[in-house]
């Protein structure tokens, strides 16, 4: 390449890449446009159109497959996807805005990415599921007030779920299914939450079960087993006192889910 051809190049290198640059950054700036949006319909009380959300959503599906598809080791580093995404969503105008991504596995196969983003504190909120097909990310499974009606879509944790038997001897004879629990709610007084347990197989989500908003919750999850504890008789004339409570036991084998604890512990009223 002559010296003229090479001074050529660079000059049409330079006027060329801010635009490039602008063409990388638009999904990101848009997304972020739009969960502005969404986070103040919410906490106006106004119902956002659902193709807002679904266009939103499909931005943030293209960003996080970008940055998984990056990725060459076989633990996908959730860790610093979430952090970089959520510089694209945080505005001083959402309040608990987030999002959450988190590792789900199991022996001898492929892992399976879960991500949780609140647009704030009052949602809405969604999960979204990637999995590998053909060597590729990409999206395989959502929940949202719009696929699942009875989803509680507010201030929302996800917590990956080892079952007992992935875990487990190799040659075990139950199937390890991988499992997530989502919590929403839990930002009042009361720390008031539903609890989701969704069963997530070639990265498909499906409802296990779930609960009403509970009252007064806190929970644990440790070696597939998840305690949950909550006021079952809350006292009406004073709702900040319970008659009665809680403490449940659930198991999560790799392929049911059972309640192996159920203790209700009357409180003396003052």
């Not at 739009?34 to 986070?39: K, Q, S, Y």
């Amino acid at each position: 390449m002559t010296a003229r051809w090479k001074c050529l190049a660079a000059m049409l290198a330079a006027c060329f890449a801010p635009s490039l640059v602008a063409a990388q950054a638009a999904p990101g700036a848009e997304f972020k446009k739009l969960a502005e949006r969404l986070a103040a319909d919410r906490l106006g009380g106004v119902d956002s159109p659902q193709d807002l959300q679904e266009k939103a959503l499909a931005l943030l599906d293209g960003l996080v497959v970008d940055e998984l598809q990056k990725s060459s080791s076989e633990a996908p580093p959730v860790a610093a996807i979430s952090q970089k995404l959520a510089g694209t969503l945080k505005s001083d105008s959402q309040v608990g805005a987030g999002i959450q991504l988190v590792v789900l596995s199991a022996r001898g196969r492929e892992p399976i990415v879960a991500l949780a983003v609140n647009f704030g504190f009052g949602g809405p909120a969604a999960i979204r599921i990637y999995a590998k097909r053909d060597a590729r990310w990409e999206r395989t499974g959502r929940v949202d007030r719009f696929t699942h009606k009875v989803f509680f879509d507010e201030s929302l944790v996800l917590v990956p779920f080892d079952s007992l038997s992935a875990n487990g001897p190799p040659n075990s004879s139950v199937p390890a299914v991988l499992a997530l629990l989502a919590v929403t709610g839990r930002t009042d007084d009361f720390q008031s939450g539903a609890f989701f347990l969704w069963r997530v197989a070639r990265g498909v989500p499906e409802l296990e079960w779930q609960t009403d908003v509970l009252p007064q919750t806190s929970y644990e999850v440790s070696g597939g087993i998840l305690r949950l504890s909550y006021c079952s008789e809350p006292d009406e004339e004073r709702p900040r006192l319970c008659r009665q409570t809680a403490r449940d036991a659930y198991r999560w084998d790799g392929s049911a889910w059972t309640r192996t604890e159920h203790i209700v512990s009357p409180r003396p009223q003052p």
